[in-house]
C-alpha cells in the first residue's frame, strides 16, 4: 500500500472512532493542548484495532526491515497493545518497558526476555515531544539492549523527531497532525477554525 493510501485510510479509520477530541486537554509533558488524540480507544473497536495493527506491520516491514531488530519494546500504555499484535504478526519476540522499576521480584523496568546486544525496536501510539520513548529508550539501554528505531501512528509535530534524533533514535511515523487534520477537513469531519488551531499549534513548535 502506499505511504499515502495508508494515511487516507487511517484517517478514515480515526475519524470513524472519534479519536480526535477538541477543547482544552493536559498532554503528559504537562502543557495544555485545544485537541488531543486518544488512540487507547483504539482496541475497544476490534475492526479499526486489526486494521491499524496492519498498518503498524506494514509501515515496520516497508521503512524499517524485520532483519533490523530483534525484538519489540512495548511503551505504556497504548503502544503495549500495538506492540504486542504487531510482534505475534511479525513472529518477533515482545518485550514492554514499565513506566517504574517493580519493588519485588527481579526489580527490572524491561519485563520479559532482553539479552546484551538485542536490537529492539520501540513502538508506541504517538509522539508529542518524545518523553516516553526517551525514557523507554534508557530502560532498554540499561539492560543491554539496542534501540536505534521507534515507531508510532501519529506525530504531533511538537518537536518529538529532533528530540529522539538527538539521543540517536529514528523515528517513524504514519501521520502527521497537520495531515490529519486535512484528511479530516476534506471529509467535513472537523471545521475549517479546528483546522486552523492545528495548524497554528504545530507550526509554533
Request: hydrophobic share 40%.
Amino acid at each position: 500500500m502506499e505511504k499515502q493510501e495508508m494515511k487516507a485510510k487511517l484517517g478514515k479509520i480515526l475519524n470513524r472512532i472519534g479519536a480526535l477530541k477538541f477543547g482544552t486537554f493536559t498532554l503528559t509533558s504537562g502543557e495544555l493542548s485545544p485537541y488531543y488524540m486518544d488512540l487507547r480507544v483504539v482496541p475497544s473497536f476490534p475492526d479499526a484495532f486489526n486494521r491499524i495493527c496492519d498498518l503498524y506491520v506494514e509501515m515496520i516491514e516497508t521503512e524499517i526491515g524485520t532483519n533490523n531488530f530483534d525484538r519489540i519494546a512495548g511503551i505504556p500504555t497504548a503502544g503495549i497493545s500495538f506492540g504486542a499484535i504487531a510482534a505475534y504478526q511479525l513472529k518477533k519476540p515482545f518485550v514492554y518497558v514499565r513506566t517504574a522499576e517493580r519493588k519485588h521480584g527481579r526489580g527490572r523496568k524491561v519485563e520479559g526476555i532482553l539479552s546484551p546486544g538485542d536490537r529492539v525496536l520501540l513502538i508506541d501510539d504517538l509522539v508529542t515531544k518524545g518523553g516516553s520513548i526517551v525514557k523507554a529508550a534508557e530502560s532498554v539501554r540499561a539492560e543491554g539492549g539496542v534501540v536505534m528505531d521507534a515507531v508510532v501512528l501519529m506525530n504531533r509535530e511538537e518537536n518529538g523527531t529532533r528530540n529522539l534524533a538527538d539521543v540517536g533514535i529514528n523515528l517513524h511515523y504514519m501521520l502527521t497532525m497537520r495531515e490529519l487534520a486535512q484528511e479530516l477537513y476534506n471529509m467535513a469531519a472537523i471545521t475549517k477554525e479546528q483546522l486552523t488551531t492545528v495548524i497554528r499549534r504545530t507550526q509554533n513548535k
